[in-house]
């Protein structure tokens, strides 16, 4: 049997959860795919998805079919890309997994390029706050801030970020302006609540690092609505630069304590860790390390 070609269609029977939509992706009949997998179990002895009159799901056989699969198909198109017939035009779809606010301000802006330069690539965005399991949720790549302790990850860096303390002038104004961080506890400050310990702002100086205690009576776990609040004038908030750049150049937000900053944290993409890295996934890296060692405000060009 076509192996290779049972498996692709596997791939996508397990990705869609549905024989019917990949038949319509692939132009057959439903009954042809459903045969084409049960082939493949046959051919494996094994029985790989369990169906039902309103649901299809991976066997336990049929979860650790899926990891080899996609191991198997990468492989062939690194081949394939070592003899020419890919290196030029990557095909198929990359899932990428991105924060909210970044993947809205800095990714989904760029994307046009990168699909007007390879017209047979397609790109998924999936925007997710919160760390996911990679291989659980089908990502190809992520884009991830500090540092990456799974060992399982291999992760290739792509900028660098710093949070810096702002607020709005009508707070200032009203408030007056801290000197020092130990100026932050007696203000009203927005609170983020992903934080390890949201009540802890770590400042670096000439004398080391300085822990300052800060609280405020609005916390939120949205870094968006975090920065709304803050331009706003609900308080001071310790802000990505990235996200709030703009409104610090144009006046709206003044950057506060520039002689105390924390420290940069990288931002990475981040795969899995396989032997073989596929064509179109590795053309994916190659564009946001590009595009972002543009960026002056996220570039990790000479950072180290």
Partial sequence: ???????????????????????REVGATQPAISRQVAALEAHLGARLVQRSTRSLTLTEDGRDLLGHARLVLDAVEQAEAAIGRQRIAPVGLVRLGCPASFGRLYVAPRIGTLLERYPQLSVELVIADDVVDMVQERLDL???????????????????????????????EQHGEPAHPA???????VLFTR?????????????????????????????????????AGV?????????????VQTGRLRALLTDWRPSRRP???????RRFLAPRTR?????????????????AYGVG
């Fill in 1 to 23: 049997m076509d192996v290779l070609g049972a498996f692709r269609t596997f791939i996508r029977v397990a990705e869609t959860g549905s024989f019917s939509a990949v038949a």
């Fill in 142 to 172: 992520t884009l991830r801030v500090g540092a990456i302790s799974d060992a399982s990850l291999v992760a290739r860096r792509v900028g660098s970020t710093v949070s810096i303390a702002v607020a709005a002038p009508d707070y200032l």
């Fill in 183 to 189: 100026d932050l506890e007696s203000h009203d400050c």
């Fill in 195 to 231: 934080l390890a310990d949201p009540h802890t702002w770590t400042f670096g100086g000439a004398d080391g690092d300085v822990p300052v205690h800060v609280s405020g009576r609005l916390r939120t776990d949205s870094v968006e609505a975090m920065a709304e609040a803050v331009l």
């Fill in 235 to 247: 308080g001071i908030g310790l802000v990505p630069s990235w996200m709030l750049h703009d409104a």
């Fill in 267 to 273: 931002i990475s993409v981040v795969y899995p860790s």
């Fill in 283 to 299: 053309v994916v890296i190659d564009f946001l390390v590009d595009e972002f060692r543009l960026d002056p405000v996220i570039s």
